[in-house]
């Protein structure tokens, strides 16, 4: 009798284990961004600076090709970033999809070197920032870097996200892109 309880009671673990919907071995890919360009357009005329990130071949294999730029000093500038999956033909708008998914996701800006701030012009539905369009201030004569990092699934109530510092935000990094800026 007790052979059979122990098989029994096995059966029963074996099955409850067995039923579980979580597949960790084969999560859901995130989109691939190949591309990620950042239009800083100045707002007391002048040209367009575009900084770019292209990277086709995704992780691993090639190198991606990093472009800078050089801003004028004391300056306002209004940018707006557009990213691609330049890996499919044609090209996959990932832009649209992370407007239409505000809410699971947030840019965020930090600056070394650079004389330059970065605030967010837009917001996801529920009023926090999303960070596609952005307004950047120079200062002084500088140069350096800007990183440029798309977080899915931030904690976007969580303290200081709001503001843009990603130290408690959490979630998962959709890509990461740092920017040699020269403030002149």
Do not use: W
Request: proline fraction near 4%; aromatic fraction near 4%.
């Amino acid at each position: 009798m007790k052979i059979f309880q122990i098989i029994l009671l096995s059966l029963i673990a074996l099955l409850l284990v067995s039923c579980d919907d979580d597949d960790p071995t084969n999560p859901t890919p995130e989109e691939l961004i190949t591309t990620l360009t950042y239009t800083l357009s100045p707002t007391q005329g002048g040209s367009d600076v575009l900084l770019t990130f292209v990277d086709l071949d995704g992780d691993g294999g090639n190198d991606p090709v990093i472009s800078g730029g050089t801003l004028s000093a004391n300056s306002t500038y209004n940018g707006s970033i557009e990213l691609l999956n330049e890996s499919l033909d044609p090209a996959e708008d990932i832009t649209q999809e992370v407007e239409e998914e505000s809410l699971e996701h947030q840019f965020f800006f930090s600056t070394s070197g650079t004389n330059l701030t970065v605030a967010y012009d837009d917001e996801d539905g529920d009023g926090n920032p999303l960070g596609l369009r952005t307004v950047i201030e120079t200062g002084d004569t500088s140069s350096g870097t800007l990183t440029v990092i798309l977080r899915h699934e931030p904690a976007k109530d969580a303290e200081g996200v709001s503001t843009g510092l990603i130290g408690n935000a959490g979630g998962e990094t959709d890509i990461e892109v740092s920017f040699e800026i020269t403030v002149q």
